[in-house]
Every structure is written in structure tokens, then in C-alpha cells.
């Protein structure tokens, strides 16, 4: 049981360029969700989605897309990265019902 | 705005003795609080977590206090170890939406 894998694990792109990091689960859950973290600003929520076709914005949503084509994966899209998406970068899942999500390792995007 | 707030970013405390970390939010929509622990170059881990009609919650070594007069919960460790050298998160949410509010966290050290 893999849980949550995120792809890669570290990512250097040049300002304007595009990437898409992967994010898949393993566990049938349908809540999924995407965040960055920043020093001393914590974990913040881009996008999350509740179930396959739909999905929401979180609190620092700009620059970003996501969809939802399965259950299993919640890809995110940097449409033209810039220095400020310089972040580590968190997918989660969790189960209806259940309270506890559970994150991937994290990917590591340096924008230069 | 910072809706989920941990004004400590560092803690030191003896192996053996307890750990307090604290966590203050200002919506009080929020019904549910969680605790995750996070090692470095790792995802968090789920750890505890209180609803908002209990005061306190206990997982072993852990319990979690809710104040919600104060908008105030705390995460006491007793006792204890090395092994929880780690950042502590809490996070937040409330009925009907799916988000999870994080805070900004806070640095554990036990010391051996």
C-alpha cells in the first residue's frame, strides 16, 4: 500500500516555464487536496477537490490549476512559474468520514 | 489574515518533562481541530485531534485541550522524548466545507 506518491521529488524550472507535479493515491479516498508550505507561513491550501470531476480553490489558488479526472489523481499545474511558487509542495487524501488527511513527501520546486 | 495562529515557532524541553504547544484561532466556525507532526523531508503525519463539543481528547502520550471561550487548544506531550523533535502543526476546520486551516507551526526539541 503506496499511500500518497507525489512526483518528482525536486524541481528546478526557469521563470515562465510550465510543469505539471504529479500526485497520486492509492486508497480510494475521495477527498484530495494541495498545499504549499513557506517558512514561517505554514501549510497553505491551493486547490483540494471532494470526488472525481470536482474541484475547489483554497486560500493561494493563483497561478495554479488542478482537475480531477479519477479518484486517484489530483495533478497540479503551474501554468507560467515565477520565483514566488519557490515552495515545497504537499498533496494530501483522505477518506468521507475520516478527519486525518495523509500527505505525500512533498515535492521541492525552485523557480529561478 | 491568519485565522490559525501559533505564536511560538520554537520549543526546547528535557527529555521526561512535558511539552505544551499552543494554538489560537480567531473563526469560530471552526468545530474541529487537528494536530500533525512533521520530520524533516517528510509529509505531516496525522497525530490527534478534538471536535468541539469535547474539552480534551487523550491518545497515549498525547492529549489535546479545547478552550473554545478562548479560541484556545493545546497539545500536551507527557512525557516526553527525543522522538518527538519534530515541527507540530494545528489545523482547523468547520461543518460543510472540506479545508483544513493550518497554522504556522512550531519546532519541537527534547532534549537527551
Known amino acids: 500500500n503506496a499511500g500518497v506518491t507525489q512526483t518528482p521529488k525536486f524541481q528546478v524550472l526557469k521563470t515562465g516555464q510550465s510543469m505539471t507535479l504529479q500526485c497520486a493515491q492509492d486508497?480510494?479516498?475521495?477527498?484530495m487536496s494541495w498545499y504549499r508550505q513557506d517558512p514561517g507561513m505554514g501549510l497553505r491550501l491551493i486547490h483540494y477537490?471532494?470526488?472525481?470531476?470536482?474541484?475547489d480553490q483554497g486560500e493561494v489558488p493563483n497561478g495554479y490549476n488542478v482537475s480531477r479526472s479519477t479518484t486517484e489523481d489530483f495533478p497540479l499545474r503551474l501554468l507560467s512559474a515565477a520565483p514566488s511558487q519557490t515552495s515545497v509542495y504537499f498533496c494530501a487524501s483522505r477518506q468521507v468520514g475520516d478527519y486525518g488527511y495523509t500527505f505525500g513527501s512533498g515535492t521541492r520546486l525552485t523557480v529561478v | 489574515d491568519q485565522q490559525v495562529k501559533q505564536n511560538s515557532p520554537s520549543l526546547s524541553v528535557q527529555e521526561g518533562r512535558i511539552s505544551i504547544l499552543n494554538c489560537d484561532y480567531t473563526n469560530s466556525m471552526f468545530d474541529y481541530f487537528l494536530w500533525y507532526k512533521k520530520y524533516p523531508a517528510e509529509g505531516p503525519t496525522f497525530l490527534i485531534s478534538?471536535?468541539?463539543?469535547?474539552d480534551k481528547n487523550e491518545d497515549g502520550r498525547f492529549t489535546v485541550f479545547l478552550n473554545k471561550s478562548a479560541k484556545h487548544l493545546s497539545l500536551h506531550i507527557v512525557p516526553s522524548q527525543p522522538g518527538d523533535s519534530a515541527v507540530y502543526f494545528c489545523a482547523a476546520s468547520y461543518s460543510g466545507t472540506y479545508k483544513y486551516i493550518f497554522g504556522t507551526g512550531t519546532r519541537l526539541k527534547v532534549l537527551a
Open positions: 486508497m480510494n479516498h475521495e477527498y
Open positions: 478534538i471536535s468541539s463539543i469535547k
Open positions: 477537490s471532494v470526488g472525481a470531476g470536482i474541484t
